[in-house]
């Protein structure tokens, strides 16, 4: 009787164990070599070349990339083959219209919910713990604490992204570019590709606001490539580190980040160490980011903004490091090639007021954008082509509120 009751025993835990293992492998991102992609043309500005681009970087990591550019409800709640739903893919990128609450694609919401209706999608309503990573690429996905970034989060997604301020389409595609870069080495974790993007200077440095939730300093692979579920101490191992980004100079580190201080560190720096005629008052000084902060000395000449400068990157752990943004110009050759573009043109006339009218007047109205607002002009030369461009940033609102922010250039 004994005998029984020990086989009988043996076999019920064997049964638990084979139960939770089986369970847990399927309840994760493990082989699943997919990846979802969502772009879309609004009419006058698109966020395809940027879907298109992390479909690519997906496709070299070996994932079976689909992409969406004209997105319904049918077409998103579709599958891969062997009835694998695209929202239960390895990887999912969404890019476009965006509120702290949805991504908004025109003809269909994704949701922080979980059900599905005629025009909604909630991203609750698939099993969100096969997912490895979501990028949520749009205006204040991440905004707030109850944000359709977070939710995804906690609702089983290992790494997701999103932004916590308007996003500039122009700065974004660059930005996009350089983290896709990193990603799809399989190695760099998400952290430090958001961090090696966000080291450059933009037109606009808001690109820099992520967030980031769950497992960001791993890289999506190390969930996807394993056939059972890892341990938190197994992956330890497979942490990237400072030793994965460009090489940075560390400037030292601080015990609190405290603003004043930050700023006194890193223009003694720059005097002490790159530039000893440097001089503060030819710069903008902006600060970005949220656990890892970022200060930028942008170049200016007059009103003039330049593309060139130096960044500082202040870790949470209160490491600064250094990022030469100087492109190899000096203020002085800056300062030259400027004044020279200016005395060739200086009888040229420029009429910003009619441009802004016209822009206005021009711009894309749809069922789908309520209003366009002017929010910034910016005078802009750009050192990569030697010229001077007005730039113009228009924010797009749709009719259920998400913002996009569109920049129009004119040389002069």
């Known amino acids: 009787m004994k005998k029984v009751l020990k086989d009988l025993l043996f076999i019920i835990i064997l049964f638990i164990i084979s139960v939770y293992c089986s369970t847990n492998v399927y309840a994760s991102p493990a082989n699943n070599k997919t990846a979802f992609v969502v772009g879309k043309d609004y009419g006058g500005e698109s966020s395809i070349d940027t879907a298109n681009n992390a479909h690519s970087a997906y496709k070299n990591m070996g994932l079976n990339s689909f992409m969406i550019d004209s997105p319904t409800v049918t077409n998103i709640t579709a ?23 949805n991504m908004n694609f025109g003809n269909v919401l994704i949701t922080k919910k979980n059900t599905i209706s005629k025009t909604e999608v909630g991203i609750g309503y698939y099993d ?13 996905t991440a905004s707030g604490t109850n944000n359709i970034t977070k939710y995804t989060s906690d609702q089983g997604a ?4 999103g932004w916590t301020s308007d996003l500039n389409r122009a700065s974004f595609v660059n930005w996009n570019k350089r983290f896709n870069s990193k990603i799809k080495d399989k190695t760099t974790s998400v952290n430090d590709a958001a961090k090696s993007a966000s080291n450059h200077i933009y037109l606009n440095n808001n690109v820099k606001n992520y967030r980031t939730y769950g497992s960001a300093n791993y890289n999506p692979w ?40 930050v700023l006194l560190i890193t223009t003694n720096y720059i005097k002490s160490k790159i530039n000893t005629n440097f ?56 300062f030259n090639r400027i004044t020279k573009y200016l005395e060739q043109r200086k009888n040229q006339i ?16 749809s069922d789908l954008i309520a209003d366009n607002e002017i929010i910034n002009q910016i005078k802009y030369f750009d050192f990569d082509t030697n010229s001077e461009y007005y ?16 920049e129009y250039r004119y040389e002069i």
């Open 350 to 365: 420029i009429n910003y007021s009619s441009i802004d009218r016209n822009l206005l007047l021009n711009a894309k109205k």
């Open 79 to 101: 599958e891969h083959t062997h009835n694998k739903p695209f929202l239960e893919s390895g990887i999912i990128y969404f890019n476009g219209h965006a509120t702290s609450n």
């Open 158 to 161: 290992r790494i997701t992204m």
């Open 222 to 261: 190390y969930f996807i490539q394993w056939d059972t579920i890892a341990s938190l101490g197994d992956l330890e191992a497979l942490n990237s580190d400072d030793s994965l980004i460009e090489k940075t100079n560390i400037v030292g580190k601080i015990k609190k980040y405290v603003k004043d201080d």
């Open 279 to 334: 001089n503060v008052s030819n710069y903008k000084i902006e600060i970005n980011g949220n656990d890892t902060k970022y200060i930028d000395y942008i170049l200016y000449y007059d009103d003039i903004r330049t593309n060139i400068g130096y960044t500082f990157s202040i870790e949470e752990s209160g490491k600064i490091t250094f990022h030469d943004n100087m492109n190899n110009i000096s203020e002085s050759e800056a």
């Open 128 to 140: 969100n713990t096969k997912t490895a990573f979501v990028e949520f690429a749009g205006c204040n």
């Open 391 to 406: 730039v113009v940033e228009v924010k797009d609102t749709t009719v259920n509120g998400a913002i996009d922010i569109i």
